[in-house]
């Protein structure tokens, strides 16, 4: 079945940078466009950041455009969002995700995405 295992989360001082991974298993990974959502304690999960299969077209929320990029390795099965400039407000649990079918591009919304992963924290401090 599907798998998907984040890692990478952590504490962090402002300013300061960290990179997540998401490994991938049980589905043709490379198939699938991948995301990561955030959701902040009392807040609503919220879309960062969508790569599609080949990894050539990428999507940010606002907030973080300048800042992260996500990227792939469709040979490890794995997915990755580095972060930089790393602010208070980015403190959140951190998913990956998947969508039902191959071979398409969702939006950036939760229920556009079927397979989640466990989530990885990440705090950041002033």
């Known amino acids: 079945q599907v798998q998907l295992v984040e890692s990478g989360g952590g504490s962090v001082q402002a300013g300061g940078s960290l990179r997540l991974s998401c490994a991938a298993s049980g589905y043709a990974f490379r198939w699938y466009s991948m995301a990561w959502f955030r959701q902040a304690p009392g807040a609503e999960r919220e879309g960062v950041a969508i790569i599609n299969a080949g990894g050539g077209t990428t999507t940010y929320t606002d907030s973080v455009k300048g800042r992260f990029t996500i990227a792939r390795d469709n040979a490890k099965n794995t997915l990755y969002l580095q972060m930089n400039g790393l602010k208070v407000e980015d403190s959140a649990m951190y998913y990956c995700?998947?969508?039902?079918?191959?071979?398409?591009?969702?939006?950036?919304?939760?229920?556009?995405?079927?397979?989640w992963g466990q989530g990885t924290q990440v705090i950041v401090s002033s």
């Open positions: 995700a998947a969508p039902a079918s191959a071979y398409t591009f969702p939006s950036l919304t939760s229920v556009s995405f079927k397979y």
